[in-house]
Antibody, heavy 121, light 108 residues
Framework: EVQLVESGGVVVQPGGSLRLSCAASGFTFDDYAMHWVRQAPGKGLEWVSLISWDGGSTYYADSVKGRFTISRDNSKNSLFLQMNSLRTEDTALYYC??????????????WGQGTLVTVSS | EIVLTQSPGTLSLSPGERATLSCRASQSVSSTYLAWYQQKPGQAPRLLIYGASSRSTGIPDRFSGSGSGTDFTLTISRLEPEDFAVYYCQQYGGSPFTFGPGTKVDIK
């Protein structure tokens, strides 16, 4: 069974930094692209970032480009999101999602339960 | 960036009725790269449809997707009580992989 478990969400002040993690199990992690998607309280879904199966390609939403960095450690079946220069509008539930098998252009078949990031003074 | 617009914002229907949800794109989207997700309160989204019309594993056949170019539709043939939720379309043909704002299907 595919499992994705996010962690690292906390309350942080504007301008601060945070690193989110996603622990993956139940599939061959290094065969799949991975995504971060966020959802502000009471709002819709917003794609944040994508990383290819080997970490060689990364993509970002304009709203986070230059501030967030996606990475992965295939030896530990883990996905990360380094978040710097945080803004109040980054407050959201952050989901990791499993992408495609050696394919970056797929829907998201599996999702974690999310980790809550609150940016507030 | 491809902007997706969903209509209506809210759809109020009774169990057993047919639901028709619309997703319109600001520019043409290959049907290969259009998905629909269902989200219930307190839960992560669930992939229903990919490639505009292919049902994901375990999705009942009352859910169907159609469309091409800039206009796509999700149809729920007969609403079951568990289908009342928010539905999002998404294009994943290229970065940024945008979502629509969602359609809430609630009980009339």
């Amino acid at each position: 069974e595919v499992q994705l478990v996010e962690s690292g969400g906390v309350v942080v002040q504007p301008g601060g930094s945070l690193r989110l993690s996603c622990a993956a199990s139940g599939f061959t992690f290094d065969d799949y692209a991975m995504h971060w998607v966020r959802q502000a309280p009471g709002k819709g879904l917003e794609w944040v970032s994508l990383i290819s199966w080997d970490g060689g390609s990364t993509y970002y939403a304009d709203s986070v480009k230059g501030r967030f960095t996606i990475s992965r450690d295939n030896s530990k079946n883990s996905l990360f999101l380094q978040m710097n220069s945080l803004r109040t509008e980054d407050t959201a539930l952050y989901y990791c999602a499993k992408g495609g098998y050696y394919d970056i252009l797929t829907g998201y078949y599996n999702w974690g339960q999310g980790t809550l990031v609150t940016v507030s003074s | 960036e491809i902007v997706l617009t969903q209509s209506p914002g809210t759809l109020s229907l009774s169990p057993g009725e047919r639901a028709t949800l619309s997703c319109r794109a600001s520019q043409s989207v290959s049907s290969t790269y259009l998905a629909w997700y269902q989200q219930k309160p307190g839960q992560a989204p669930r992939l229903l449809i990919y490639g505009a019309s292919s049902r994901s594993t375990g999705i009942p056949d009352r859910f169907s997707g159609s469309g091409s170019g800039t206009d796509f539709t999700l149809t729920i043939s007969r609403l079951e009580p568990e289908d009342f939720a928010v539905y999002y379309c998404q294009q994943y043909g290229g970065s940024p992989f945008t979502f629509g704002p969602g359609t809430k299907v609630d009980i009339k």
